[in-house]
């Protein structure tokens, strides 16, 4: 039996229903978060939003997805955008861009990592960093590059400076990107 699409409305409420859960948990942290604030935030009933989204988790989940999406679209984007040999520090300052200038996507990440058991292993979050390096040190013709650890140290100071932006929203995130990547270049050498 098929699917039925949902209609125009029905994206538009799940839209709606994604973007007030991304605000919500970026305000209140994901234990503050309910079925029942997320509807009064959209301005509908619980069951309606039960009508889109089974249970909490599952719409902090389409949330995230959402903002997963978003963040890798663009740093995506940003590395097809440069040579080669460019491409680990454009994912740097892409990464810190979209973060810097998406604080609810921020927030939102790191509360559903925080608190839903995450899939995904460890190499899926340095693998791609890591096969940039690879790709710009063979590209610059260069070699003895430890790329795993390279891209762990670097994922690590990313996490470090959004972390200070959050606390500090006068910290120069931009700056300190720009003294990640130059750092990122010299190891690759």
């Known amino acids: 039996m098929a699917t039925k699409e949902p ?58 997805r959402f903002v997963l999406d978003a963040l890798v679209e663009d740093v995506a984007v940003a590395v097809e955008a440069v040579d080669v040999q460019e491409r680990p520090q454009a994912y740097v300052r892409a990464m810190l861009g979209h973060l810097r200038a998406h604080r609810g996507h921020t927030r939102m990440l790191i509360e559903r990592l925080g608190n839903i058991a995450p899939e995904h292993t460890p190499e899926q979050r340095w693998r ?37 932006r959050l606390h500090d929203s006068e910290y120069d995130s931009a700056a300190a990107g720009e ?9 690759m050498g």
């Not at 125009?8 to 978060?33: C, M, N, P, S």
């Not at 990640?180 to 010299?186: E, G, K």
């Open 7 to 64: 209609s125009f409305i029905e994206r538009t409420r799940r839209a709606q229903l994604i973007d007030v859960t991304i605000d919500a948990v970026a305000r209140h942290g994901y234990a503050k978060v309910s079925l029942a604030r997320i509807a009064d935030n959209a301005g509908i009933t619980k069951a309606a939003v039960l009508y889109h989204f089974r249970t909490k988790d599952a719409v902090v989940e389409a949330a995230y």
């Open 128 to 164: 791609p960093l890591a096969d940039l390096i690879d790709a710009s040190v063979r590209a610059r013709g260069t070699d003895g590059v430890d790329s795993r650890t390279l891209a762990i140290i670097t994922g690590g100071a990313i996490d470090a400076i959004v972390t200070e």
């Open 179 to 187: 003294s990640l990547t130059t750092m990122l270049d010299a190891a």
